[in-house]
């Protein structure tokens, strides 16, 4: 089984700022699109949020790349591509691995801009779009069944909810530490995660200094039982009301 932290939403390159925490509730800002979307900031009820974050440059009418998108009956619909998805395949992922998702975040007014965990995906379904796309997904408008981004094209489909208060066990940056500088849990090792393999990234105190970078981070996790066990509590945050 493999865990892939996957980065997704605004940050100081995508968008310009954080994604806000709004009355304890994360609110993940998809990243601005080009003509390859089937709705706008405004049209998700993000307009407001999307302005503030951007400072002004980005809003209601301006088109964002939903994705990953989350159905109402608990399903997560996740397009991926080119090296990104090359990594994927490379490092083996698949169906019953679980994505969770991470961002950069911070209170809408005055809070500490922090990577956190905002959702999940557990993989039941990959779907190349090399050859279409299911009907029912270009109905639901999802960016990648719109438009091909890349040959190799891919939708992840599976159970999938969004995180419904910003709890602390869903923080990935250490207390008052910069955004990439990670509290990891005692299963996480250097060796394990894809694209942190330089050991001064792995420091004392079980902290992690993450990638600037880079969207997918794959842990195989084999058949352990911790990293199992921290999955199931991140879950059972995510799904918490």
Not at 81 to 104: I, K, M, R
Not at 189 to 207: C, I, V
Request: net charge positive; charged share 25%; with cysteine.
């Amino acid at each position: 089984m493999r865990i892939v932290f996957s980065r997704k939403g605004f940050d100081s390159s995508a968008g310009g700022g954080p994604s806000p925490i709004v009355g304890g509730k994360p609110l993940s800002l998809p990243i601005p699109a080009g003509t390859a979307s089937g709705t706008s900031y405004g049209a998700l009820g993000l307009g407001d949020h999307a302005a503030k974050a951007s400072r002004g440059k980005l809003g209601a009418g301006d088109l964002c790349h939903h994705d990953p998108m989350f159905t109402v009956d608990g399903e997560c619909i996740f397009g991926q591509h080119s090296a990104a998805q090359t990594h994927l395949e490379g490092q083996g992922v698949g169906l019953g691995d679980v994505f969770v998702f991470f961002g950069l975040f911070a209170e809408e007014e005055t809070g500490e801009p922090h990577h956190r965990i905002f959702g999940y995906l557990r993989v039941e379904e990959m779907i190349p779009l090399a050859g279409g796309a299911p009907a029912d997904l270009v109905a639901l408008r999802h960016p990648h069944a719109l438009a091909m981004h890349s040959a190799n094209d891919v939708i992840w489909r599976g159970e999938g909810r969004t995180a419904k208060r910003a709890g602390e066990s869903l923080r990935l940056t250490v207390p008052g530490g910069p955004p990439s500088l990670w509290k990891r849990p005692e299963w996480l090792k250097r060796g394990g995660l894809s694209y942190h393999d330089r050991e001064d990234r792995w420091l004392h105190g079980k902290r992690l200094r993450s990638v600037a970078r880079g969207q997918e981070f794959v842990a195989d996790i084999g058949r352990r039982q911790a990293p199992r066990e921290w999955l199931a509590r991140v879950i059972d945050e995510i799904k918490a009301s």
